[in-house]
């Protein structure tokens, strides 16, 4: 052991920190709650992906071939989905801070006494759901809509821009429709932030810019961690938008799951790929709570 | 002795609250200067607009001899240790230390040094790595000191630096911060309601109330010769006197005559404030070569170790506070003693 204690000693600690058998009684709300709702349906789940399917029917046979399938099933297909979806996933959590941090800033900073009023103006209209808000977007980026009617009107295009309907149109739907729910976790880590640490700084010769670098952005990093959290893993597995917005070239792992489910009906295969997804976004989770402390994750909700 | 920091006629209003009213000081180089006074009379205020945090609405600030209205915070020659320190959560001691020296691009080993040093100066070697938090109280009041001072400014401001610490690690601090002063050769303004600590360490005073400044002057002339009721009141317990003065004699209603040192206008009959300071009293049951005595009984004895303070009911029915050093005293008065308590006239001071 590296610091010193014996692996004796450090099973024996591990048993005095334990607390009597009635504490955890109290946790029994909880456990039963995830129970009925999580761990019974994935479950389930856990022991199809280890079956195969045949003709429509599940066979027990105990294998761990629908994992393997996921490397090199289709040539590797699902497993460059899954790569593509990390890879866009963190390109609509990096679009949606840029776009909702500046907000956060500019309410918390120089909001004055109309902060909230701004907040809820930011995020009230944005409750109307975003699959309402995906085909807002369609109707003005779409091939014969707003955009690309006006700029041909203009003279500046000739023929409409192919804007929708690719990869790059459902990282754009994502990150407008994340963006707003983003401003509230970061407004609340910079409301924490002392002001008078801000006129320290200042005082000890920091330019507004320095004391945003050295002060403020330090000081915000546990709301962009809540943020990443919120918009990274449900990203993950984001089937609705590819969908809706992402024609052939935007499919992501979600999209695969669902077809699998609902168009190839091979539930054990998407059974595998969604665990798989689950045990990654569960390792992102941990890794994210580790870093912003999960208080911090609980204030801003 | 030159003159560091310059305030003409500096008024500040938040809305309808005037928090400083018309004030004008200046500072001399390496002068310990106190700004004193009870909470809420506008000392903070004053040194945030020394250091750029407020703008004032009427008057200027100088320093340098340098105007200094339209320059930012993070341009003045000022640094200010906050009221509530202010020290930077995220960073460890070295790199709160560091945060000026780094923004001003010094060499590394330079700043390594400079940190060292003032660790040294503050006893606190060897704390580089440790977080804020793991700070006790005076720690961090320290830490906040240096942070300040590290960047040798031509003005330190200090914002009642020891008002959060226990009475032990004032007075260490206290001697700690004039050593420092004295050390380093800064120019330092320090706020403070604590009268005690504004005695022990200040050049000079200056005493403020509702945002005006009531008398400036040395730890000795503010305690002796307050200017008014108010000083005399807040700086030491006094004894005060009201009655009416013609020629150095001043008539006490149901006391009867005091005489004191003839003011500046001496021949008309107007009305004055006697102030008499508990320790320039005398007291005995025989008191005899003192221009002013009178009768008295004693109503409280208090032994204090060093002094014994006594309330003593006058005839005129006021209750007037005298101490005395206890090991020169022959013996102590017990309560219900007959007395006499008595003065010179130079050792009152005379207000209109
Ligand atoms: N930003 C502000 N807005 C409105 N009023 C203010 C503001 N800052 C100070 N004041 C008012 O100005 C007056 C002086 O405040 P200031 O903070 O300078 O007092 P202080 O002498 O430092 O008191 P304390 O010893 O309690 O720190 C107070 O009446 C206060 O309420
Ligand atoms: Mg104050």
Known sequence: MKDGTTMRERVLSIFKKMKPLGYYWRLFPAVFWLGVFLVLPLSVMLIYSFWTMVRFELIPTWTLQNYLDIFVRAEGLYFRLLLKSLGMAAAVTLGAIALAYPAAYYISMHGGKYKYVLLNVIMTPFLVSWVVLIFGWRLVIGYTCLLNTVLMGAGLISEPMRLWGNWITVIFVLIFSWAPWLVLPIFVSLEKIDRSLLEAGADLGASPLENFRKITLPLSIPGLLVATFFVFIPTLGEFVAPILAGGTSGAMIGSAIEATFKRMHNWPFGSAMSFLLLIIALIASIVLIRKAGLRSLMESL | ?352
């Open chain 2, 1 to 352: 002795m030159k003159i560091d920091v310059e305030l003409k006629n500096v008024t500040k209003k938040f809305g309808d609250v005037v928090a400083v009213d018309d004030v004008s000081l200046w500072v001399g180089k390496c002068e310990f200067f106190s700004l004193l006074g009870p909470s809420g009379c506008g000392k903070t205020t004053t040194l945030r607009m020394i250091s750029g945090f407020e703008k004032p609405t009427e008057g200027e600030v100088y320093i340098g001899g340098e105007l200094m209205t339209d320059v930012p915070p993070f341009k003045r020659p000022t640094n200010l240790i906050f009221q509530n320190l202010a020290l930077f959560p995220h960073l460890n001691v070295y790199d709160n230390i560091s945060f000026g020296l780094k923004i001003k691009k010094l060499p590394k080993d330079e700043i390594q040094r400079k940190v060292k040093e003032m660790l040294n100066l503050v006893r606190l070697s060897g704390y580089e790595k440790r977080k804020i938090k793991q700070l006790s109280g005076g720690e961090q009041q320290r830490i906040a000191i240096v942070r300040a001072l590290v960047n040798e400014p031509t003005v330190l401001l200090l914002d009642e630096p020891l008002g959060p610490l226990d009475l032990k690690l004032r007075e260490e601090m206290v001697v700690e911060l004039k050593r420092i002063q004295r050390e380093v050769g800064t120019t330092f303004i320090y706020v403070t309601h604590d009268q005690g600590e504004a005695l022990t360490m200040s050049d000079r005073i200056a005493v403020m109330k509702d945002g005006r400044v009531l008398q400036i002057g040395t730890p000795m002339k503010i305690y002796e010769q307050p200017k008014s009721r108010f000083i005399a009141d807040f700086i030491g317990r006094s004894n005060l006197f009201e009655g009416s003065c013609a020629d150095g004699v001043v008539e006490v209603d149901g006391l009867g005559r005091i005489i004191a040192e003839p003011g500046p206008q001496t021949s008309d009959k107007h009305s004055v404030l006697i102030c008499a300071k508990p320790e320039k009293i005398s007291i005995g049951r025989k008191l005899k070569g003192l221009d002013n005595i009178f009768d008295g009984e004693v109503k409280e004895t208090y032994y204090q170790g060093r002094v014994t303070t006594y309330r003593v009911l006058l005839e005129n029915g006021s209750l007037i506070t005298v101490v005395v050093l206890s090991s020169g005293a022959k013996d102590i008065f017990k309560p219900g003693a007959k007395v006499k308590v008595g003065w010179n006239k130079r050792d009152v001071n005379m207000m209109m």
